[in-house]
C-alpha cells in the first residue's frame, strides 16, 4: 500500500506560519550569486570593517584568560562591555544609565524578538511607523498579532494619526526607529521627540525605540533617545553592526527596572547568553583602538555615497521624483510619479542587473507601490554610477513595456 509521504504542515504552530517571508534575504541571495549591483541589502561597506584591529583583539582576547572566555557567561552580558556603552551614552546626552539595566544581545534583530517575548500575545495589536523595518516587522509577526501603521511625516511619526489609533486599537506599544530610519532615512526632529514623550506618558504606551544608526550621522548631531526622556516607558535597542560589523552579531537593549527579571529570562530562554568570545572581542576592539577615529571614517565615506547616489538618482530617476536626503544611515527613499510600480519595475531592473527594494514590502496594507528603498552604503560610487545607468534603462524599458500594453 502506497502511504503519503510525512508531511510536517500538520505539525507546525500556527506561530511560525504567521512569521512572514524576508524579501530582503531573499533578495539578498540573488545578490550574492550573481553579477548584480544591490541597492537592495541594508549592507555596509566592507571596505570600512576593522579587519587587523579585530584580529588583534581577539588575538589578546585568546591569549589572555581564554579559558574563563570560552566557560559559560552570564545572561545580562559583559559587564565592562555594559559599562563602555553606560559610558557613551553618558559622554553623548549626559545621561547616566546603570549598566545593570544593560543587556546585550545577539544583534539589535534579537532585541526585537525579545521584545515580542516580552509584552505579546495572540490577538495584541501594536503601532508602527508607515513604512517600518521589515525585519521588525517579521520578528512581531512571530506572536500572532495585528499590526497598524501610523504615517512617517519627514519630522518623525503623526501624532494626531498616533493618537487617534491609540484610541482605536488600544495598542500594547509603540515601535519606532527615531534616527536615520530604515526604510525612509527620516529623522525625528527634536520638537517631535519632546511632544512623543509627553503623549506616550499621558497615553502611557510603551516605546520600543530602535536605534541602530544613531551613530552613523554624517553632520553631527545627537539627538536625544525619546526612550532617555521617558526610561520607565521605554526600551532601548543599539548595535554594534553598523559601528564595527554586522558579521559579530552584536548589539544592546536598555530596560527600566521593572522589566529586568523579565527581560534576563527571556534572553536565558532563548540562548543562555551572547557569545561570550565575541562579547569580549568587542570590549578589546572598543578600548584598544580609537572608535571615534573608525566611526569618523565610516561616517565620511557614507557621506560621500549618499551624496553621489542623491546627485545621481536626481538625474537618472524620473522627473519629479521625490527623494529624502538623510543626515545619516543608509538608506534613500525615492518616491516616482503615479504611473510607477516598483513592485513591477523591480522585474526589469532585475533583467539589467541592478536591484533596489520596492516600497510596497515595507507597508502592511499594499502601499508604497511608487516608493523605493535605495541602499547607498554598500556600492563605491563608481558601482553607484554604473547602477543608476542600469536603473535608467530599466524605467525606459518599463515605461516602453506599459505603453505597449496600454
Ligand atoms: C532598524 C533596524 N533595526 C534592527 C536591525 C537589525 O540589526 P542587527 O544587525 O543589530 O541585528 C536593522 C538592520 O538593518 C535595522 O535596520
Known amino acids: 500500500m502506497k502511504s503519503q509521504p510525512f508531511t510536517y504542515e500538520n505539525f507546525l504552530s500556527e506561530n511560525c506560519k504567521a512569521i512572514r517571508s524576508s524579501f530582503l534575504r531573499e533578495i539578498l541571495d540573488t545578490a550574492e550569486m550573481s553579477d548584480i549591483i544591490s541597492f537592495a541589502g541594508g549592507l555596509p561597506n566592507p571596505d570600512l570593517f576593522p579587519v587587523s584591529q579585530i584580529k588583534q583583539a581577539l588575538d589578546r582576547v585568546m591569549s589572555e584568560g581564554a579559558k574563563g572566555t570560552l ?21 553623548r546626552f549626559h545621561i547616566k544609565i546603570s549598566p545593570e539595566h544593560i543587556l546585550i544581545t545577539n544583534g539589535s534583530q534579537q532585541a526585537l524578538d525579545l521584545t515580542g517575548k516580552l509584552f505579546l500575545d495572540r490577538g495584541d495589536c501594536i503601532l508602527m511607523e508607515k513604512p517600518s523595518y521589515i525585519g521588525a516587522i517579521q520578528a512581531f509577526s512571530a506572536y500572532s498579532i495585528t499590526m497598524e501603521q501610523v504615517t512617517l511625516e519627514y519630522d518623525g511619526i503623526s ?12 495598542p500594547k506599544f509603540l515601535y519606532g526607529i527615531t534616527n536615520y530610519q530604515n526604510p525612509s532615512g527620516i529623522s525625528y526632529s527634536h520638537e517631535k521627540r519632546i511632544s512623543l514623550a509627553e503623549m506616550l506618558m499621558a497615553r502611557k504606551l510603551p516605546f520600543i525605540e ?11 548631531t545627537d539627538e536625544m533617545p525619546v526612550s532617555l526622556m521617558v526610561p ?12 564595527i560589523s554586522p558579521g559579530i552579531r552584536s548589539g544592546w537593549m536598555i530596560v527600566p527596572d521593572s522589566l529586568r527579571s523579565y527581560l534576563l529570562k527571556a534572553k536565558q530562554a532563548s540562548d543562555l ?5 565575541v562579547q569580549q572581542l568587542i570590549y578589546r576592539f572598543l578600548t584598544d583602538n580609537d572608535i571615534d577615529e573608525h566611526l569618523g571614517r565610516i561616517r565620511s565615506h557614507y557621506h ?25 544611515g543608509m538608506f534613500i527613499w525615492a518616491t516616482l510619479p503615479n504611473e510607477f510600480d516598483t513592485s513591477e ?14 516600497g510596497k514590502t515595507f507597508f502592511l496594507n499594499g502601499e508604497g507601490n511608487h516608493s523605493m528603498r535605495l541602499n547607498f552604503t554598500n556600492s563605491s560610487p563608481d558601482k553607484i554610477e554604473e547602477g543608476m545607468k542600469r536603473l535608467h534603462t530599466a524605467i525606459d524599458l518599463y515605461m516602453n513595456h506599459k505603453s505597449v500594453k496600454v
Open 159 to 170: 501624532l494626531t494619526e498616533l493618537s487617534e489609533k491609540c484610541m482605536l486599537y488600544n
Open 232 to 243: 520607565e516607558q521605554c526600551v532601548l535597542t543599539g548595535s554594534f553592526s553598523k559601528m
Open 273 to 277: 547568553h551572547t557569545n561570550n568570545i
Open 71 to 91: 566557560q559559560y557567561a552570564g545572561s545580562q552580558g559583559f559587564l565592562p562591555l555594559r559599562e563602555w556603552i553606560a559610558e557613551r551614552y553618558y559622554s
Open 304 to 328: 560621500h555615497q549618499k551624496e553621489t547616489m542623491l546627485r545621481l538618482a536626481k538625474s537618472y530617476l524620473p522627473v519629479n521624483t521625490k527623494f529624502t536626503n538623510p543626515n545619516g
Open 345 to 358: 519595475l523591480i522585474r526589469f531592473a532585475l533583467q539589467q542587473k541592478v536591484i533596489f527594494v520596492p
Open 210 to 220: 530602535d536605534d541602530p544608526y544613531s551613530e552613523i550621522y554624517f553632520t553631527k
